[in-house]
């Protein structure tokens, strides 16, 4: 048996994430895997507008029988790395798809391109025995966005993670026209979720009992807990809120997410469900804000930001 070192290479297609002509290089100092991201060549059989290419390679010291035999995934070295590599991939696809404001249903890998090895100075071989799933994607907001590498980088080097309530908003998002009955529960779960998550990271002594006990409705900790949270950024010079429109759509979502659950009502207008998701979605983005996050201002819909410099109390 040789220990010798392998270089592994793992690609997937992904889509919904608008790069804008730019390539995303990263690479885990922890893991030493390196990352890239870039659009995929339109003149590729099977390209779709929007697909990316993720990519993940690292070298290890693996132990080879015989090289004539080549790796399978069925090697538990083996198998642990590409999970580490997939991991990887998928943190910089959700850093990506959150810092970019895309949307569309829960994953973004789309396709599955090739996990492959070689020995320094061999040709690229398959990782035998892959079994693998396919899963899709699919609102830019900015037409002309910032530049994604030194926002990932920053995020990576922090190590940010998407928030669940983002996560929950896209599934409901990708509901929509499907399942819209599922897509106003969740999107209520979303913003409950997300507005928990939020006091955690400012306030981490609340972190067990927002797990654990019961919280006062979403509205009433939107209206009179909010101003009253240590936020790490009021861009607008006023003091923490949710502007009153947003408020009644969530209101509007409450009741409509009641009705569904204890009352069993069965129709769901398609114009108020898209209200619904949009002011879900401007919350989030707001919240990440008051997180820090001067980015998210990019992803709130233009009535909202006006609305944040005209309704509030203003910080002494």
């Keep these: 048996m040789v220990d010798t070192s392998v270089r592994f290479r793992l690609r997937y297609i992904a889509a919904g994430i608008r790069l804008h002509g730019e390539t995303l290089r990263l690479r885990d100092r922890r893991s030493g895997v390196s990352l890239r991201l870039a659009e995929r060549p339109r003149t590729e059989q099977g390209c779709v507008g929007g697909d990316t290419v993720c990519e993940a390679s690292c070298t290890r010291g693996i132990l080879l029988i015989n090289a004539t035999q080549g790796l399978s995934v069925e090697d538990k070295a083996v198998a642990a790395l590409f999970d580490a590599m997939y991991r990887q991939i998928a943190r910089l696809l959700w850093l990506a798809r ?171 207008d398609q114009a108020r469900l898209r209200s619904i998701l949009g002011a879900v979605r401007d919350l989030l983005y707001l919240l990440d804000v008051y997180s820090g996050q001067r980015w998210a201002t990019e992803h709130i819909s233009v009535a909202t930001q006006k609305a944040l410099n005209t309704e509030g109390a203003r910080v002494q």
């Design 98 to 268: 959150w810092r970019r404001g895309s949307v569309g249903p829960h994953h973004s890998i789309r396709q599955f391109v090739e996990f492959v090895w070689r020995l320094k100075g061999g040709s690229w071989q398959a990782v035998k025995d892959m079994v693998h799933l396919n899963a899709e994607i699919g609102f830019p907001t900015k037409i002309k966005p910032d530049p994604l590498q030194p926002a990932i980088a920053t995020l990576w080097r922090t190590a940010e993670s998407e928030p669940l309530g983002h996560e929950l908003w896209r599934e409901a998002y990708g509901n929509r026209t499907a399942n819209p009955r599922s897509a106003a529960v969740l999107a209520v779960a979303a913003a409950e979720v997300g507005f928990k998550e939020f006091v955690a990271k400012l306030v981490p002594a609340t972190a067990w009992l927002l797990e654990n006990v019961p919280s006062p409705p979403l509205l009433k900790m939107l209206t009179k807990y909010l101003p009253e949270l240590p936020v790490r950024l009021a861009p607008t010079g006023r003091k923490a809120h949710v502007p009153t429109a947003v408020r009644r759509e969530i209101e509007e979502a409450i009741r409509l997410r009641n009705g569904l659950v204890h009352v069993g009502e069965r129709q769901i």
